[in-house]
């Protein structure tokens, strides 16, 4: 026998040195929920570990992340009851709480890249990413609102514009609104295959963003399809989306990697809610190691083709792998 693979893995500083796919704390997206009240520091049952953080004290939360090696971020905004309307005009309102998050924290930390979250469905009555009318979700009227909402964003000093609305030709007319009002180096990461997924719920519980009615499968993607998410990669692509997300992701390798190997943008993925939640159940009865779990999901993800890993495991991964 000449060929012996094993020979290959017969020691860790061997395996380390032909090892294919690499994690690192850089390639990870560190999600942030914030609300306007101050000093708010509150759990959320569905995520353990997770929290919602008050725009002061998000800035403690931030501090403590970049200290573990964190770079990356994205928002999301816990918007109160009384803030919404059928329109999502708070979005982009001055005085929205969200924007003074963006603002405060690209002050106090210059060098971190932080990512939006760009959908109506945080600040809409209906629960849902676009603008309803009798019952049904209009694409069209919904792209001013998502475009307004976007620059708003970009003039708060966000890094990197997440529209997650998966409205038709969003990423166009955001991306041709951005550059008319001088903003053309804001990058636009586009969720170009998000999918009506089973997996959303406890983020749902942690924003109070469900859909009062109906559902989103009209324009969110059918769970059975792979090669509709390259027709939604190459029109995002011709749009001007400078990256291209996939959520989720564990269900969802097999696009990540079809994706990838079509298209020259880096592509990157959304570990959701509900493949952490299912991590720590199962850790919590025991049936699972967290961290070696918890870092096989995550290479996982790297090896079927993310350069980046929007993931609520980044904070314990860091902690994790300090040297």
Wanted: with cysteine.
């Amino acid at each position: 026998m000449y060929a012996r693979p094993r020979r290959n893995r017969k020691y860790d500083a061997i395996r380390k040195m032909v090892q294919e796919t690499h994690l690192h704390v850089d390639h990870l997206i560190y999600p942030l929920f914030v609300t306007n009240n101050l000093g708010e520091e509150s759990r959320i049952d569905a995520l353990p570990g997770i929290y919602r953080w008050g725009k002061d004290v998000v800035i403690k939360e931030v501090e403590r992340c970049i200290a573990l090696g964190i770079k990356s971020f994205v928002l999301f905004p816990v918007v109160p009851e009384a803030f919404k309307d059928g329109k999502a005009s708070y979005s982009f309102q001055s005085d929205n709480f969200y924007l003074e998050v963006i603002a405060t924290l690209k002050s106090e930390f210059p060098d971190i890249s932080l990512m939006s979250d760009v959908a109506l469905d945080p600040y809409s009555t209906d629960g849902h990413d676009g603008v309803v009318e009798n019952g049904e979700i209009l694409n069209d009227p919904s792209l001013p609102i998502l475009a307004d909402m976007s620059l708003a964003q970009a003039q708060a000093g966000i890094d990197i514009i997440g529209p997650s609305d998966m409205m038709d030709g969003r990423v166009g007319y955001i991306r041709e609104v951005l550059d008319e009002n001088g903003y053309s180096n804001t990058s636009i990461m586009s969720y170009c295959a998000k999918y009506a997924s089973a997996f959303y719920g406890p983020f749902r519980e942690a924003l109070d963003s469900a859909p009062k009615s109906g559902d989103k499968k009209t324009y969110q993607m059918d769970p059975a399809n792979k090669k509709e998410a390259l027709r939604e990669a190459f029109l995002d692509i011709e749009e001007g989306a400078d990256m291209l997300m996939v959520k989720p992701a564990l269900s969802y390798l097999d696009v990540i990697q079809t994706i990838d190997e079509n298209v020259t943008l880096p592509v990157t993925a959304y570990n959701v809610s509900g493949e952490y939640a299912m991590l720590h159940a199962a850790v919590e009865k025991g049936w699972l190691d967290y961290e070696a779990t918890m870092t096989e999901m995550l290479l996982s993800i790297r090896r079927a083709g993310a350069k980046g890993i929007l993931t609520y495991f980044a904070k314990d991964f860091a902690q994790f792998n300090q040297s």
